[in-house]
């Protein structure tokens, strides 16, 4: 059985989980009861915990256009972009940290 949920978590505290629709092609997000209960409403704008949808426990799904790529709008803004690659690979190459030794070659950062 092929499993593709993925625990997300912030500060060490379980937010919720993120699972891939293939039928859809878009990624689903639930927020963790737990998570809800201390009221860290980290995407107050995108995907707010006081909203029915949060409060109900029903999943976020994710946005279909190329800004997304089908992740949800918190997930994505999670995640660096073009610039925050850009800025990374260069801290790695000044701080002569080499993404092949400490990168699996599955999450090297784009280089373009």
Do not use: H
């Not at 092609?25 to 409403?41: H, I, K, M, N, T």
């Not at 949060?54 to 799904?61: D, I």
């Not at 803004?77 to 080499?98: A, E, T, V």
């Amino acid at each position: 059985m092929e499993t593709n949920v993925v625990k997300v978590a912030l500060w060490g505290v379980n937010v919720g989980y993120l699972s891939w629709d293939k039928r859809k092609g878009v990624a689903v997000f639930e927020y963790d009861s737990s998570f809800l209960e201390r009221r860290w409403d980290i995407a107050p704008l995108t995907m707010p915990i006081l909203s029915p949808r949060s409060q109900k426990q029903m999943p976020w799904l994710g946005n279909e256009g190329k800004l997304y790529r089908g992740l949800p709008p918190m997930i994505a803004d999670s995640l660096p972009d073009k610039w925050g690659n850009s800025l990374f690979n260069s801290w790695l190459r000044d701080n002569k940290i080499s993404t092949r030794k400490y990168i699996p070659r599955r999450w090297r950062l784009c280089r373009r």
